[in-house]
């Protein structure tokens, strides 16, 4: 197993046709069990804005979504009306968790074509969707678990998301914390098919490797994993794939494993512009954050350098740095925010760094594993 490779070459697939150009990240679609509160709780402590619904009252039988949004994240959450659905299935054996990571595209009928001609399975066949706000087109594959990409098409779309929905009218008193796209979706993936998920995304999507690490790079005493960041033509879309790696105790990514029960999406790491008085908001409204000891910030301007933020405010928030060739970026990591430890939220700032933070890593894990822990699954 290769070491670090953090210098891997810059973006090459400019030079390259590009067989699946992807504008951004859409929407991410969660399978939940109470879309109503979901949606409130990503209203009142995340800032999203509620955007649009479908239910009963647009003519829906079986499903309602709620829409939000903050800037460019747009969060869908997805209950089952009915019993034995695959929506109240896929919330039965997973937990509350992301069923749809969508990609906005020009073209979703060649998106499609492109890559089941490559091996992805086919989820969502090309479909035209209408209403009085104009034409989207979808298509869909499966991805890792139960979790599949739909690719989007909306160019002649001007509604609130997509035909069948209404604008959502509601009470809204949620303010926007200053959180503005999704940097990266973190995949975690079954003991031994990190390889193979790299390989899916370089092959079948186009994807290249942006980084990879393996447990000599992330490990503490107790736990390891190993990690491979594949990246599309422009870098808008990045997933890092983690596989558990045999450690003294159960690390994180088997953890999640064992809860999740199968692969599945352990993080969504959403970009701010001031990640001071975007965490600062967010721990007022009550989420909660992974903490590194004092000492992690002792040694700190000694391992990044200078920065433009004081080091004591970083402490009292719990924000953590890391630097590398191009920059450095800043970093926090909120507990699970459902009842099982699935998935949580990463929130970023990046100062011209490109990487993912791995010198945090070691610090990071140590506190997770406290967690685990008092959680009596370490
Ligand atoms: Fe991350």
């Not at 989007?152 to 914390?177: A, C, D």
């Not at 736990?223 to 983690?242: C, D, Q, R, Y």
Request: charged share 30%; hydrophobic share 35%.
């Amino acid at each position: 197993m290769q070491n670090a490779t953090d210098k891997q070459p810059k973006k090459t697939l400019s030079q390259d046709v590009d067989f699946l150009p992807i504008n951004g990240t859409d929407y991410v679609e969660f399978y939940v069990s109470n879309a109503k509160q979901a949606a409130y709780f990503y209203q009142m402590a995340f800032g999203f804005q509620p955007v649009a619904y479908a239910g009963l009252e647009t003519g829906l039988k079986d499903r309602v979504s709620y829409v939000v949004q903050q800037n460019k994240i747009r969060f869908v959450l997805t209950t089952s009306l009915e019993p034995d659905t695959d929506i109240g299935r896929h919330v039965d054996k997973h937990g509350d968790g992301v069923k749809v990571i969508a990609l906005w595209v020009d073209d979703a009928r060649k998106s499609f074509e492109e890559t089941t001609k490559r091996g992805a399975e086919p989820y969502m066949k090309p479909r035209e969707e209408k209403d009085s706000y104009g034409k989207v087109v979808r298509s869909g594959i499966h991805t890792y678990g139960d979790t599949v990409h739909i690719f989007v098409e909306r160019e002649e779309y001007n509604g609130p998301f997509l035909p069948g929905f209404k604008k959502w009218e509601t009470v809204n008193k949620s303010e926007p914390v200053g959180l503005k796209y999704v940097d990266h979706m973190v995949g975690n993936v079954n003991w031994g098919e990190m390889n193979k998920w790299a390989k899916f995304y370089a092959e079948v999507m186009g994807f290249q490797q942006l980084i990879s690490f393996d447990d000599k790079d992330i490990s503490t005493e107790y736990s390891a994993l190993m990690s491979k960041v594949m990246t599309n033509g422009n870098e808008k879309i990045k997933f890092p794939i983690n596989e558990p790696a045999k450690g003294k105790k159960k690390s994180q990514i088997e953890e999640f494993i064992d809860f999740y029960k199968d692969s599945g999406v352990q993080h969504i790491a959403l970009e701010t512009d001031d990640i001071v008085s975007t965490v600062t908001e967010l721990q007022n409204r009550g989420i909660e954050f992974l903490r590194v000891p004092h000492a992690y910030y002792e040694e700190l301007l000694d391992r990044v350098g200078n920065i433009d933020e004081q080091v004591n405010t970083l402490e009292e928030l719990g924000i953590l740095v890391d630097r590398d060739e191009d920059g450095y970026l800043l970093q926090i990591f909120s507990k699970p925010v459902e009842p099982r430890p699935t998935l949580f939220f990463e929130i970023i700032q990046r100062k011209g760094a490109r990487s993912f933070g791995k010198g945090n890593f070691k610090a990071l894990f140590e506190a997770i594993e406290r967690e685990q822990e008092s959680r009596g699954t370490l």
